[in-house]
């Protein structure tokens, strides 16, 4: 199994709070994703990362910033949390795109829920 | 705008009886097609990679078929263990990184 650890697993909180999710990989991949999934819509990309310190937007990146300051770790924040940001967040990683393209490794997910 | 569709929602099965999940989809240059496999409250996990009209790819009771516009997994005398979510996902020839669309999925279940 790819070395993946999302944190927390679990989380409620409450509209307006900021809220900073975790991935952490020991692969050494290069991207590293953010994915959201709810029924209906499947798994939709927030945002990537190519690198440390370089992002870019998915295609439902409103309300959500990124970082990464170590190849090892890819932090997602929700600055201001709303309901509709409850959802299943899951991290994935890959390799070169151009080895291995759609090859992605997905962490166990990260349930929030905002009340 | 890239699209990927999957049918039929939901599937059961009597263990040992064949049959085939689909994938439609709208891609603007198709750099590759992919399968993954989703138990419930896990994560998605890679099955395979389709890049061309005519590919097949094979692993134990699942077998993925490509043409210019659709997909489909053939499950050959599934077993209880099969059962999962089964995610399709495109990636087009233009952009970087392996940036996906999935479709929603097909939910499996095969009974004894």
């Known amino acids: 199994d790819a070395g993946i650890t999302q944190s927390p697993r679990h989380k409620v909180t409450e509209t307006g709070t900021p809220v900073t999710l975790r991935c952490h990989q020991t692969?050494?991949?290069?991207?590293m994703y953010w994915y959201r999934q709810d029924p209906g819509h499947g798994l939709r990309l927030i945002h990537y990362?190519?690198?440390?310190?370089?992002?870019d937007k998915g295609e439902v990146s409103d309300g959500y910033s990124v970082s990464r300051s170590k190849t090892e770790d890819f932090l997602l924040t929700l600055e201001s949390a709303t309901s509709s940001q409850t959802s299943v967040y899951f991290c994935a990683i890959s390799e070169s795109p151009s080895g291995s393209p759609g090859e992605l490794f997905f962490g166990e997910g990260s349930r929030l829920t905002v009340l | 705008e890239d699209q990927v569709t999957q049918s039929p929602e939901a599937l059961r099965l009597q263990e040992g009886e064949s049959s085939s999940l689909n994938c439609s989809y709208t891609v603007s240059g198709l750099r590759g097609l992919f399968w993954y496999r989703q138990d419930p409250g896990k994560g998605p996990e890679f099955l395979f990679t389709?890049?061309?009209a005519g590919e097949e790819k094979e692993k134990e009771r699942l077998k993925a078929t490509l043409t210019k516009k659709e997909s489909f997994l053939h499950i050959t005398a599934p077993k209880p263990e099969d059962s999962a979510t089964y995610l399709c996902?495109?990636?087009?020839?233009?952009?970087?990184?392996?940036?996906?669309?999935f479709g929603t999925g097909t939910q499996l279940k095969v009974e004894l």
């Open positions: 996902a495109v990636r087009p020839l233009k952009g970087g990184g392996n940036k996906l669309t």
């Open positions: 389709l890049y061309s």
């Open positions: 990362s190519y690198g440390v310190k370089d992002t």
């Open positions: 692969e050494n991949h290069r991207y």
